[in-house]
Structure formats: structure tokens, C-alpha cells
């Protein structure tokens, strides 16, 4: 329990720490190629608020290296001398992209062609997506160890690259990635959304709007895409959490996706929308291809039933979200008058949280659909877990911690965008310029 709501809570602040560089420098690149002050102002701002959840990341992501020690120790003393290497290595990467970060700013005034200036942001985006990509790494590992063998007992012929570069690795480091990048998209434009709701009609919302819906729906495409491959990989590899997550039962050919649904207590699905041949598409590219189901699994193998609904989140709002920012994209090209109105708007500001209830139902899907394995077919949950009984303890801690920081997050963000509103930011920048 400890370990999933520190986890939970750190996807958020992990999420904006990799997503939100890239939106900086893309802003302000479109800024100097436009010579647009709102981007460059977009750049600026953005940058702000994005310190401030580097800051609150740091200790999330030190409370998750204290409790992979302290709460799975069995674990940390097998998978450490194997993928050590990543750990690492996400380490460095984050100190690569904090060192850069605080040059990048530090300088904004120092350089008068800012050409130059965005050069420091490349360094921080390959460092939060390296960062992001070194810790995936070790997930992937858990999902699918290999780089080593044990013969009685004992861990013999370690291979950290073997480890590194698993068969789980290139579908859930860049479904992470993707995903890191839409979810900034859009959680930006349902800021500037929010903004246009209020009242404000500044062309700056108007802009953040548009950049930020586009780019998420170039990331929300590619993660729909990404997620394919991921059913694929499961289809073969894990076939057992797929099998869960679908509520498929028995084995069979031109299998349907279940989507929603209740189970009854003979396991019969109710209420489903079921889309012929599905399953089999998304899990072998083929309609007609077999499919393994629960059937082929002991009680003790099968994950937890309840993922589906998992699945069913994640899945519903990357399809929402596709939809929306394609209805908004063609919406602008075409003038279409309903983009604009208040409805339509609310739908956006609502897009930023549920792309985040989709992170957090995808991390409850990949975390709850490995069990009863916490290093698959090695070890168990049960058999890495601590036997310390101070557990309740530090779930209490953390929790007072966890809610203080999201608080404080939300508290000092409110304050520093609402004393320096978008107006007086332009009017001290143009008014500087012109002076």
C-alpha cells in the first residue's frame, strides 16, 4: 500500500518533470522563429511552475529509492546486482538535466540572440526523458527479468546490458515517454483553457491553447500507436495479464475486446460493450489469430481481475482525448464557431486531470497486473517484502508528507501565476523594449 501511493504520487510530479521541457522548448522555439513574444512568454512561464515540480519530484523520488531498501529488501539484494547499471544512470540523468536547467534560468537576459539560450533547454529535455527512460528500464526488468542466472541459490553470470535491454523495454519506455509528453500537452491546455473560461480573451491563452492541443494530439496518436505494440508484447510475453485485463477467459480464436462490463460471481460478464475480433487484432495483428486465456493459468498465476477497469480507464480517456484535440485541430482549420464556447472549453480544462487519471490507471495496470510477482516467475510480492512491523507507521508518515507537498505545490503555483498575471508580464516586457 506504502509503495502504491508513493508511487501514484510521484507519477504525477515524474510526469510534468519529463513532459513539460519539451513544451518549453518548443514554445520558445516557435517564439524566436515567429518572433512572438506570447511564446517567448509561454517559455518563461512555463519554466516557473515547472522548478517548482522538479523541487516537489526530488523528494517523491528520493521517498521511492528509501522505500525500495527499506520495504522489498529480498528484492533489492537479487535485481541490485543486475540492474544497478540504470538506477544509476537515472541518477546522472537528472542531475544532467538540473545542472542545465538552472543555466538555462538564470540567463534569460544574458543572451541577445536566444537561439543561443535555447540550446541549454536540449540538455534538460534529453535529460528528463533519459531520466525517464533509465527508470522504465528497471520496471521492464521487473515485468520481464532476464541478464542472469541463479543455480542454487546463488546469482551467477550477470549481464547488466542482458538486463537493460529486455523484451519489455522499447514498448514501456516509450509508451512512458509518449504518454509524459501528452499529458503535459494537455494538461498546459487545459490551463490556458481555463484562462479563456474566466473571462481572460488574451491572445496568449489563445496561442497556449493551440500549441499545446496540437502537440497532444501528435503524442496522443502516437501513444494509441505505442499502446498496440504494447498489446502485442503482452500477447506473447504476458500473456496472463492480458488475459486479466481483457476478462478472456478461454482460450480462443477471433477474440472480442471487452470493454466495461461488470463480473458476476460465476464470472459472467455483464453489461460489456464487446468489439468483434479485437483482441485478436490488438494482440496478434491477425482477427482470426488465437488468444490465450485465463483457462491456461493456475489461481496462483492469474493477476487480480480488477485490472480490467484499469484497462477500461486508461483506454477510454486516450480515445477521449484523441477525439477532442482532433475535433479542436479540424475545428480551427475549418471556424468552426462551437471550439469557442463555453461547453466545448470545459471539456478541454477537464482534459488535463483525466490524462492524468489515465497515467495513474496505466501504472496501476502495469504494477497490480505483474502480481503474485514482483520479479516474474523468480520472486514473489510475498517473499520480497520486508517483515518489519513499523510498515502502518511509514504509511501514515508518508501520507502526511504527501499531502503536504501537494498542497504546498498547488498554494505556491496559485500565487506566483496570480501575482504575475499575462498582461503585466507583456506590458513590463514590451514596455522595457520600447523604453
Known amino acids: 500500500m506504502l509503495t502504491i501511493l508513493t508511487l501514484s504520487f510521484h507519477a504525477i510530479y515524474a510526469t510534468i518533470g519529463v513532459g513539460v521541457p519539451l513544451m518549453i522548448m518548443i514554445a520558445q522555439w516557435v517564439g524566436i522563429k515567429k518572433n512572438d513574444e506570447h511564446y517567448l512568454l509561454m517559455a518563461r512561464r512555463w519554466a516557473r511552475g515547472y522548478v517548482i515540480t522538479v523541487a516537489v519530484g526530488v523528494v517523491t523520488g528520493t521517498a521511492i529509492g528509501l522505500q525500495l531498501s527499506l520495504l522489498w529488501p529480498n528484492f533489492m539484494e537479487l535485481a541490485g546486482n543486475v540492474i544497478a547499471l540504470p538506477l544509476f544512470m537515472e541518477v546522472f540523468a537528472f542531475f544532467f538535466e538540473a545542472i542545465f536547467l538552472g543555466i538555462y534560468m538564470y540567463t534569460w537576459e544574458r543572451f541577445k540572440n536566444q537561439r543561443k539560450h535555447l540550446l541549454f533547454l536540449i540538455p534538460v529535455s534529453l535529460g528528463a526523458a533519459f531520466s525517464a527512460f533509465f527508470i522504465t528500464i528497471v520496471n521492464s526488468f521487473m515485468n520481464a527479468p532476464q541478464g542472469f542466472d541463479i543455480v542454487n541459490g546463488e546469482l551467477i553470470n550477470v549481464n547488466p546490458l542482458g538486463a537493460i535491454f529486455n523484451p519489455a523495454m522499447p514498448t514501456k519506455v516509450a509508451h512512458v515517454v509518449a504518454t509524459a509528453f501528452m499529458t503535459a500537452a494537455f494538461t498546459l491546455a487545459s490551463i490556458a483553457a481555463f484562462q479563456l473560461l474566466k473571462g481572460s480573451n488574451h491572445v496568449y491563452h489563445k496561442k497556449a491553447l493551440f500549441l499545446t ?147 495513474e490507471a496505466g501504472w496501476w495496470l502495469t504494477e497490480f497486473g505483474r502480481q503474485p510477482w514482483i520479479l516474474r516467475g523468480i520472486m514473489t510480492t510475498g517473499e520480497a517484502a520486508t517483515s518489519s512491523g513499523h510498515v502502518g507507521l511509514m504509511l501514515i508518515l508518508f501520507a502526511i508528507l504527501y499531502l503536504i507537498l501537494g498542497i504546498g505545490t498547488i498554494v505556491i503555483l496559485r500565487r506566483l501565476f496570480k501575482n504575475n498575471p499575462v498582461e503585466r508580464e507583456l506590458e513590463n516586457r514590451l514596455g522595457g523594449e520600447q523604453s
Open 213 to 359: 492541443m496540437k502537440i497532444g494530439l501528435i503524442f496522443s496518436i502516437a501513444t494509441a500507436v505505442i499502446g498496440d505494440f504494447s498489446g502485442k508484447y503482452l500477447a506473447e510475453y504476458q500473456p496472463e495479464k492480458l488475459a486479466a485485463a481483457e476478462w478472456h477467459f478461454e482460450t480462443e480464436e477471433n477474440a472480442p475486446l471487452v470493454m466495461f462490463g461488470i463480473l458476476d460471481d460465476e464470472q459472467n460478464i455483464k453489461y460489456a460493450l464487446k468489439f468483434p475480433y479485437l483482441l485478436s487484432i490488438l494482440a496478434h495483428g491477425d482477427p482470426n489469430a488465437e488468444v490465450i486465456g485465463l483457462d491456461q493459468f493456475s489461481n496462483f498465476e492469474s493477476p487480480p481481475l480488477y485490472i480490467h477497469y484499469f484497462f477500461d480507464i486508461m483506454v477510454a480517456i486516450g480515445v477521449f482525448m484523441i477525439l477532442l484535440a482532433l475535433i479542436y485541430w479540424i475545428g480551427v482549420k475549418r471556424g468552426w464557431a462551437f471550439i469557442n464556447q463555453k461547453w466545448f472549453r470545459m471539456l478541454i480544462v477537464l482534459g488535463g486531470p483525466l490524462s492524468f487519471i489515465a497515467i
